[in-house]
């Protein structure tokens, strides 16, 4: 199987309940007639645990931005527990390393007294300490990020991570999953091809396979400094197609799922700045910091997050209202938007979806 770019749904490791199916369906229904004011929740709640790290990765845009390290509250995210019947997932995963909250795996065990399902993303280098929680707490799907498929490509561009550890963690999490005949957890792979490690791509497929992982998720390196910019594969057209056919290969011989973005000139977003954007209508997006914004990938704040106000009332504010109407406009959405880089909705089309180099990409995490 190969997604070249995500849809409305979201993965569907186990069938939602009654209650989620109908926010669901309403909440599209909502999304496909261009709502501003919603009746339904959120399908999604994503929460920046952190935006501090264990790694130092050559291209994390941590390095080009003004960084302050912030922690997700405890209150704050318990005061989300009631709506976690009704959303499909929470996800935890921002700019920072999530395992690294002191109570991540308390947080599993929260949102695992609910229906909705657990995803996160991580590093891979702390597997070993969260390991009985993800069989514990059930946790439906995680990604690991790698960047090379030799330890000596990965912790250049990943600088402290160790393949050799996280493969050793994940083919033991592997084994306990088939020896214990369960479904979960759905483990992938997110590679952030470059210029110095696209190359390795077809072997990190081989390697997935290996350890028995079920898919390999592909996305273009965004270039925020200087630096970097000889790693950029805008241009690089011809490198690009023949690595990812080989690839291609490689997965259907291997039967692993491939999430490849689409090639510059080729993407379906054609000349418009981006792909259809559905975060807004999605996602509840809440950062480390405590501030709301409408994705990742964008320096907007909305506003703090306040406990006290009904949730409903946070999730139909003027600034979400106004996000609705325009981040699909392409004459009135705002800068940001217009030169997006979040793998799933940008136009990779467009140069300013490889290279921010001089743009404000990040929020101004405060203390």
Known sequence: MILRAKTKTLFSGKKLTALQQKNTDLNIQELEAGKTILASYPRRLVFELTNACNLNCVMCGRNAADFKPTMFDMDVFRSFE????????????????????????????????????????TNGMNLAKIKDAIFDYQVDVFAVSLDGATDETNSRIRRGSDIRQITKDLTEIVRIKKERNLTYPWINFVFCAMRSNIEELPDLVRLASEIGIEEVKVVYL??????????????????????????????KQLGIALKLPHYAGEDVA????????????????????????????????????????????????????????IVNNQ?????????????????????????????????????
């Open 82 to 121: 009631p709506l976690m019947d009704t959303v499909e997932e929470v996800t935890l995963m921002g700019w920072g390393e999530p395992t690294i909250h002191p109570h991540f795996n308390e947080m599993l065990e929260i949102i695992n007294r609910h229906s909705a399902r657990k995803y996160f993303c």
């Open 222 to 251: 965004t270039v925020f400094g200087y630096d970097l910019m000889h790693e950029s594969l805008w241009g690089q057209e011809e490198l690009v197609h023949n690595v990812f056919e080989e690839t291609i290969r490689v997965g």
């Open 270 to 325: 054609k000349d418009r700045y981006h792909k259809d954007c559905f975060v807004s209508w999605r996602d509840f997006f809440l950062g480390s910091d405590g501030y709301v914004r409408p994705c990742m990938s964008t320096p907007v704040q909305f506003f703090p997050y306040n406990m006290d106000t009904p949730f409903l009332e946070l999730w139909n504010a003027p600034e979400y209202q106004n996000y609705r109407k």
């Open 331 to 367: 004459e009135k959405m705002d800068r940001p938007c217009k030169r997006c880089y979040q793998s799933s909705h940008c136009n990779w089309n467009r140069k300013e979806s490889f290279i921010q180099v001089g743009e404000t990409f990040s929020p101004d995490w405060e203390k």
